[in-house]
């Protein structure tokens, strides 16, 4: 069974750091685009960042220079280092990738998400 595991979200205060990461398990050939989406209390869910095999990447207007995305294609495995936090960061962050899996092809697979609160 193919699972995207989520870890690293928590409570942090303004200005500070955290590292999300998202493993990716199963039956799988390859990866193909990760990313990470996050979406906050009354708000629509929204692109944060993505990352193609190629390892070239995109960022919504609002992280840039804030957020670093990468991943480690032996492992399955896909980051998201958040530095300068603000409290509109605050939100539901989910991983999710696409995944060439044995018997199915791609398809796209999405983590339970993960709570990054930020106080000010």
């Known amino acids: 069974q193919v699972q995207l595991v989520e870890s690293g979200g928590g409570l942090v205060q303004a200005g500070g750091s955290l590292r999300l990461s998202c493993a990716a398990s199963g039956s799988i050939f390859t990866t193909n685009v990760m990313g990470w989406y996050r979406q906050a209390q009354g708000k629509q869910r929204e692109l944060v960042a993505g990352i193609a095999r190629d390892d070239s990447t995109n960022y919504a207007d609002s992280v840039k220079g804030r957020f670093t995305i990468s991943r480690d294609n032996a492992k399955n495995t896909v980051y998201l280092q958040m530095n300068s936090l603000k409290p509109e960061d605050a939100a539901v962050y989910y991983c999710?990738?696409?995944?060439?899996?044995?018997?199915?092809?791609?398809?796209?697979?999405w983590g339970q998400g993960t709570q990054v609160t930020v106080s000010s």
């Open positions: 999710k990738a696409d995944l060439r899996v044995l018997g199915r092809g791609l398809q796209e697979y």
